[in-house]
């Protein structure tokens, strides 16, 4: 029996052991983890998004346009502040 066969029959053997209790720890772990790598991942999509706006605003002439790129660059870094706090909590 090869070595990782019997790793994956093992980790069968302890789940069927442990409780209720420990089972559903174990699932509110996992969706933890989950969360805190989608999080995780749209913090740095929100942070590229963040950077191109500011790129794009100081290139832009129009005042008009530099209030919209101020608005939605805000928006952004207060939704990213949330999932920062969000993320800090797991």
Known sequence: MAIREKIVIDAAQYMR???GAEKAAMKFARKQDRLF???????QSLQVE???LKRV????NSTESIKKYNKAISTLERKQGELVKETNKY
């Open 50 to 52: 963040i950077t191109k």
């Open 57 to 60: 605003r100081d290139a832009s």
């Open 37 to 43: 790598k989608q999080n995780e991942q749209t913090i």
């Open 17 to 19: 052991g442990l409780s």
